[in-house]
């Protein structure tokens, strides 16, 4: 059994197909009904497996609440896929403070919460799978993206440490930090609406789509490896920004404000 938020499309979606052609039952949820209940349909057909869907607001703690209390109720969890999540793009100072806290609710608390449901029975058992999708953002602050570049740094500074918690106890631990991926989050954020459509590679500056960052998930989950950055010119953006001094860095990105 797996349990994948956020799964009606991009990342989500695309571990769903892959853990469904896996064998996996799957428990997944997401806002969109229809589309979320069209993806049940399609993989239980095509790949013969239990779907479970739950139309769930994760901001709501009410809701977060009635699917931990979902999840609890199941005999096992093998997988746990931590992907909802959303973008704003607007200047700290400029969004309410609501919004603020909404992503902060759906990044954090629910994906905390989740981890903290599956966990306890994964360690009883001495095996299960969770993965976190933070973002390369974690380690590259914006203009425009305060929240959720910390969001996606807590993320994946909670998972690492969770790894270190379980390491040895046959529990895989992942943060998954993608750049960017042809999905339709850029079209829901308002600082990339109108970029949405240039999806093009340029310079180092490469997309990916959803299935490739999901296949590099899986290889790096089965070398036992708990930071997972898909793409090799992510990985040396990674590296570099780290060398970089925190000043250049800083008037290099704001430049872009």
């Known amino acids: 059994m797996a349990v994948i938020t956020g799964a009606t499309s991009g990342i989500g979606r695309a571990f769903a197909e892959r853990l469904a052609r896996d064998g996996y039952d799957l428990l997944v949820t997401g806002r969109r ?3 979320l209940r069209g993806l049940a349909a399609t993989l239980a057909k095509q790949a ?3 779907v479970t869907t739950v139309i ?3 901001s709501s703690e009410k809701e977060v609440s009635a699917l931990v209390r979902r999840i609890e109720k199941l005999q096992r969890v093998d997988a746990l896929v931590n992907n909802a999540g959303y973008g704003s793009g607007l200047a700290f100072r400029k969004a309410p403070i609501d919004d ?7 990044h954090v608390t629910a994906a905390l919460r989740l981890a903290h449901a599956v966990l306890p029975g994964m360690v ?11 973002s390369l953002a974690a380690f590259l602050p ?8 910390g969001t996606k740094a807590f993320l994946n500074s909670m998972t690492e440490s969770i790894a270190m ?27 990339w609406a109108n970029r949405a459509s240039e999806s093009r590679d340029r310079g180092i500056v490469r997309w990916m789509s959803p299935e490739q960052v999901v296949e590099r ?8 490896r708990v930071l997972c950055i898909p793409g090799f010119w992510n990985r040396v953006g990674f590296h570099a920004v780290k060398l970089m001094p925190r000043g250049l860095y800083a008037r290099l990105v704001g430049r872009y404000k």
């Open 48 to 50: 013969g497996v239990r």
């Open 142 to 149: 914006l203009p425009g993206s305060a929240v959720y570049c």
């Open 124 to 134: 009883a058992r001495s095996e299960g799978t969770i993965v976190t999708v933070a």
């Open 100 to 106: 603020h806290l909404r992503m902060v609710a759906v």
């Open 165 to 191: 918690e379980v390491s040895g106890n046959g529990i895989r631990v992942q943060s998954l930090c993608p750049g960017l991926v042809r999905t339709d989050f850029h079209g829901r954020t308002k600082r």
């Open 33 to 35: 009904a229809s589309v």
């Open 56 to 58: 769930a607001e994760l």
């Open 217 to 224: 998930s899986f290889r790096d989950l089965a070398r036992g």
